[in-house]
């Protein structure tokens, strides 16, 4: 699962962009706790949502011609402009070419082989999220794509991402790690997407999961304040209790209680 040591090609940062930021705010305060808090006048609007005073997201009020309300993934990466330059050349795209934030860090935008938007984060004097792989923070992320190989072979090309297949009960589950960082630094899985009907007729996208305590909960608090669940909360053997969920404006995210470590 997700810490906050990151390293290259391991997310360190994630933001959900909506039509209503007041309304999110008020949305995740009741699922997770978070408090919003202003990035400040020179931010364009965006801010961070807080648990117990540390950033465990970010946020911001997006426009109609800035597309649906969504999640966007960021991974840390050393340099954005050799990262932006090693997407284009392995078939991606850039969608918002490497910018300084403030001082905080250069971040870009860009798009994998089968389309789907994802960021990259190359830290200065913020290095990443301060809260991750606890409860009510991100602790795994998941790519649904048309084209495992393919998404694989790119983001190796791009992040050095190494992957291995690992089974469970119906079938395989390809994870993915950072660079010669081993099994133990796992964050993440790569989903075929004609494999899943809940995510079939969507397209492929990143999906974020937050731990939580009790997956049944979060799930009725979702609906309770608006929000849609996607996917009821699903038992997965040797992994933990799942959701998938959306907010009341449309972003899709997931949640977990993380069965306890073997031994």
Partial sequence: MLTTRFVTGAPNWLDVSTSDIDGATSFYGGVFGWQFQSAG???????????????????????????????????????????????????GSVLMPPMDVM???????????????????????????????????????????????????????????????????????????????????MFGGVVPLADDPVEAATGAYWLPYFSVTDTDATATTTRERGGTVRMPPTDIPGVGRIARLADPYGARFAVIKPEPPQG
């Fill in 41 to 91: 006048p020179d931010a364009g609007g965006y801010g961070f949502f807080q648990l117990s005073g540390r950033t465990a997201a970010g946020g911001m009020q997006s426009a109609p011609d800035q597309g649906p309300p969504s999640w966007t993934v960021y991974f840390q990466s050393p340099d954005a402009e050799a990262t932006a330059k090693a997407a284009e050349q392995s078939g």
């Fill in 103 to 185: 001082g905080q860090g250069r971040m870009a935008i860009l798009a994998d082989t089968a389309g789907v938007p994802f960021g990259i984060w190359q830290p200065a004097l913020t290095k990443g999220l301060d809260a991750a792989g606890e409860d009510n923070s991100l602790c795994w992320v998941e790519l649904y794509t048309p084209d495992i190989a393919r998404a694989a072979a790119f983001y190796n090309a791009v992040f050095g991402w190494e992957t291995e297949a690992v089974s469970f009960p119906g079938g395989t589950y390809t994870c993915v790690n950072p660079a010669d960082a081993g099994a133990d630094a």
